[in-house]
T-cell receptor, first 114, second 112 residues
């Protein structure tokens, strides 16, 4: 069965510092991987997705993630944090090929300190 | 992008009440999903549907049912609401042909 582990339920960075949010997955099939962001009192918005094309995936708002099969990881990074990046971030993996339900990690809350 | 609308942003109900949460999409996509979100637990799948009148149980279907009579609408039903169903409920929509789900704004349900 597919599963996702997000290391750190809360990450705090200074404005302008590197953002690194960690995600490890287990999957019995070639995975489709996603990062979503949730701002307070809103639904989830897709940041980026990996679907077996390039291993380095660029998303919105300056975020990117690298798929590393050998490490079963899909960590999310941004070179320079902005105050507006403060939100909750979820990593997810598809259960099967195709548009199937997602298995989500428990989320990481990102705080950005001025 | 797909527009996903949920019937209420906030809802307060009493224990034992029957509760309907509705989700409507504007893009004629086949797949619709209901998740619940709880602090520290992430999102958990309740039910999903691949087509009209089709439904499949997710990971936590107990205490819930669903209805999909029209392609654009997917309803989540709490037959007899209980306090442990106090949560944020998120509807998602996706097309079979690509791997992306679009989420509604969520309904924060409180059961007293």
């Amino acid at each position: 069965a597919q599963s996702v582990t997000q290391l750190g339920s809360h990450v705090s960075v200074s404005e302008g510092a590197l953002v690194l949010l960690r995600c490890n997955y287990s999957s019995s099939v070639p995975p489709y991987l996603f990062w979503y962001v949730q701002y307070p009192n809103q639904g989830l918005q897709l940041l980026l997705k990996y679907t077996s094309a390039a291993t380095l995936v660029k998303g919105i708002n300056g975020f990117e993630a690298e798929f590393k099969k050998s490490e079963t990881s899909f960590h999310l990074t941004k070179p320079s944090a902005h105050m507006s990046d403060a939100a909750e971030y979820f990593c997810a993996v598809s259960r099967r090929m195709g548009n199937t339900p997602l298995v989500f990690g428990k989320g990481t809350r990102l705080s950005v300190i001025a | 992008d797909v527009k996903v609308t949920q019937s209420s942003r906030y809802l307060v109900k009493r224990t034992g009440e029957k509760v309907f949460l509705e989700c409507v999409q504007d893009m004629d996509h086949e797949n619709m999903f209901w998740y619940r979100q709880d602090p520290g637990l992430g999102l958990r799948l309740i039910y999903f549907s691949y087509d009209v009148k089709m439904k499949e149980k997710g990971d936590i279907p107990e205490g819930y049912s669903v209805s999909r009579e029209k392609k654009e609408r997917f309803s989540l039903i709490l037959e007899s609401a209980s306090t442990n169903q106090t949560s944020m409920y998120l509807c998602a929509v996706g097309a079979f042909s690509y791997n992306e789900q679009f989420f509604g704004p969520g309904t924060r349900l409180t059961v007293l």
